[in-house]
């Protein structure tokens, strides 16, 4: 009996460590100061605790529930952020961020980068689309009619892209935010330690 408990608790443990899981820090725009921090420096700036303090970091897993959980809070922060701006007198407003900007992930690559593109229109704008990512020596171009097309593209417009090695865990992507497409957007999603 003692042995069956412990492959069912050994299997569990393990299914749960193979879950992929993004952690993705949140940032707000000093309105005055047109300078864009992440939360948790806001947080420590005017000593919000308790109810007032905002989320610092979304933890997004794979599972479709938390993909509508992180975007349903992203945006419930979003509001909560404005009530605090307002109580303090000091004009800030969460900030929409870009794929690299200190976001890590623990498990799949594949998976990481598929939760990353879910958010769109949460702490990612609406506009988002990955083009491509690589992760070690695999190459993976997203969406595209013409894939040698999109990879000139992508060696022309990304000198990171161009000359990637990928010797450690980290994922690039590239990334744009425009409805033209032209805005290309490094981003190094690392391993999380």
């Not at 000139?152 to 990304?158: A, D, H, I, T, V």
């Amino acid at each position: 009996m003692k042995t069956v408990a412990f492959f069912l608790t050994l299997a569990m443990s393990t299914s749960l460590m193979a879950k992929t899981v993004v952690k993705i820090p949140l940032f707000v725009e000093l309105e005055e100061e047109r300078k864009s921090i992440p939360v948790s420096e806001l947080n420590k700036k005017f000593k919000l605790t308790g109810k007032n303090k905002l989320l610092e970091v979304l933890i997004v897993d794979e599972s479709s529930q938390s993909r509508q959980l992180a975007n349903k809070t992203y945006w419930a922060e979003n509001g909560k952020a404005d009530e605090i701006s307002a109580k303090l007198n000091v004009p800030f407003h969460m900030e929409l961020t870009s794929l690299g900007n200190g976001q890590c992930y623990s498990g799949s690559p594949a998976t990481a980068v598929s939760i990353l593109e879910s958010l769109a229109d949460g702490p990612f704008s609406d506009q988002l689309v990955v083009s491509g990512w690589k992760y070690k020596k695999e190459v993976h171009i997203l969406g595209s009619q013409d894939e040698e097309e999109t990879i000139k593209y992508l060696n022309e417009g990304s000198p990171l892209w161009k000359k990637w090695v990928g010797y450690n865990e980290t994922i690039l992507t590239i990334s744009h935010e425009t409805d033209s497409g032209d805005d290309i957007i490094e981003g190094l999603i690392t391993k999380c330690e």
